[in-house]
């Protein structure tokens, strides 16, 4: 999903007239929306967090993906991005010398958090 919004945003960036002529004919985010994806990764996120928590991986996926159309979701379990967020940021703060793997998941939870606070200020 991701990858498919950021080929899309470099085809309009680079004028590739055949490339924008195909995602002319379905506008993802939209039939992403309509197709109930901000309800289901939402529902994907919880389960995930709850259920495996040491599944870093899973959560960094489903975070990307939530990220990815956040822009267009209304609704978020804030409570289960918030404590993400916290712990991320203390999990950065701890392991200092990682690749910044913490950071980058505690980035996506602000990224995501941020982006509902601005549509809610709207």
Known sequence: MRDLSLEKKQAYK?????????YKLVNLEQQLIEQNWCTLINKVLTDVVNKTPENLDSIEKVLTALQTISN?????????????????????????KTDDFFMDLFTLCCDILNDKTVKTEL
Do not use: G
Not at 15 to 20: C, E, G, K, R, Y
């Open 14 to 22: 680079m004028s590739n007239q055949i490339v924008m002529s195909q």
């Open 72 to 96: 267009n979701c209304k609704l978020f379990n804030e409570q289960v991005l918030f404590n993400l967020k916290i712990k991320y940021e203390s999990l950065t703060k701890l392991d200092s």
